[in-house]
């Protein structure tokens, strides 16, 4: 069974730490993988795509790495602001063009 | 602003109520999706419209009926539904299906008495 899994489900970091976010999925056979955030009550805000034959993506403050052999990504934030919090969702389309989300890690920045 | 707007934002329904949700992307995009987001649990891939073709149905009972009358616009009709159908709906849209960036809408949150 195709999964993907966020832990931990939630984190809290005092403001200007540097954090890094964590996605483990179960099979290595991926077209992509994208980080979302989710404000409460809203839709959901793409932040960064990572295709399958890439390592890594950057935008400004995040940067998302990518490693399809041991099934995990991971999302850095530099500097964290309180504006970041929100909770953050992993998404793998897999290779039988399967999507699946994980159920998320929920941030809190302490200022 | 994302380009995806949603209507109602909010929505309370009687199980025998009949209601539609409506999508709208002003994006130029080719590809929409309907997502269920229930509490505690992963985002649920829906529907997949390409085209305005079906493309994807993932096992959704019947009770949940798409429409997608042009690529701009997308519906989901409600008929009898059970509160655990109560829910954040979301639409999103995308330039091509699924390997591109989807952007999402608001959602709709949907309460079913």
Same mark, same amino acid.
């Given at each position: 069974?195709? &999964?993907?899994?966020?832990?931990?489900?939630?984190?809290?970091?005092? &403001? /200007?730490?540097?954090?890094?976010?964590?996605?483990?999925?179960?099979?290595?056979?991926?077209?992509?993988?994208?980080?979302?955030?989710?404000?409460?009550?809203?839709?959901?805000?793409?932040?960064?795509?990572?295709?399958?034959?890439?390592? &890594?993506?950057?935008?400004?403050?995040?940067?998302?790495?990518?490693?399809?052999?041991?099934?995990?990504?991971?999302?850095?934030?530099?500097?964290?602001?309180?504006?970041?919090?929100?909770?953050?969702?992993?998404?793998?389309?897999?290779?039988?063009?399967?999507?699946?989300?994980?159920? /998320?890690?929920?941030?809190?920045?302490?200022? | 602003? #994302?380009?995806?707007?949603?209507?109602?934002?909010?929505?309370?329904?009687?199980?025998?109520?009949?209601?539609?949700?409506? $999508?709208?992307?002003?994006? /130029?995009?080719?590809?929409? !999706?309907? !997502?269920?987001?229930?509490?505690?649990?992963?985002?649920?891939?829906?529907?997949? !419209?390409?085209?305005?073709?079906?493309?994807?149905?993932?096992?959704?009972?019947?009770?949940?009926?798409?429409? $997608?009358?042009?690529?701009?616009?997308?519906?989901?009709?409600?008929?009898?539904?059970?509160?655990?159908?109560?829910?954040? !709906?979301? $639409?999103?849209?995308?330039?091509?299906?699924?390997?591109? #960036?989807?952007?999402? /809408?608001?959602?709709?949150?949907?309460?079913?008495?």
């Amino acid at each position: 069974k195709q &999964e993907v899994t966020q832990i931990p489900a939630a984190l809290s970091v005092p &403001e /200007g730490e540097n954090l890094v976010l964590n996605c483990s999925f179960t099979d290595s056979a991926i077209y992509n993988l994208q980080w979302f955030r989710q404000d409460p009550g809203k839709g959901l805000t793409s932040l960064l795509l990572i295709q399958s034959s890439q390592r &890594e993506q950057t935008s400004g403050r995040l940067n998302a790495s990518l490693d399809k052999s041991s099934g995990r990504s991971t999302l850095y934030i530099a500097a964290s602001q309180p504006g970041d919090s929100a909770t953050y969702l992993c998404a793998v389309l897999f290779g039988n063009e399967k999507l699946t989300f994980g159920t /998320g890690t929920r941030l809190t920045i302490i200022p | 602003e #994302t380009g995806v707007t949603q209507t109602p934002r909010h929505l309370v329904m009687g199980m025998t109520n009949k209601k539609s949700l409506k $999508c709208e992307q002003h994006l /130029g995009h080719n590809a929409m !999706y309907w !997502y269920k987001q229930s509490a505690k649990k992963p985002l649920e891939l829906m529907f997949v !419209y390409n085209f305005k073709e079906q493309t994807e149905n993932n096992s959704v009972p019947s009770r949940f009926s798409p429409e $997608c009358p042009n690529s701009s616009h997308l519906f989901l009709h409600l008929h009898t539904l059970q509160p655990e159908d109560s829910a954040l !709906y979301l $639409c999103a849209s995308s330039l091509a299906t699924l390997v591109e #960036t989807q952007y999402f /809408g608001p959602g709709t949150r949907l309460l079913v008495l």
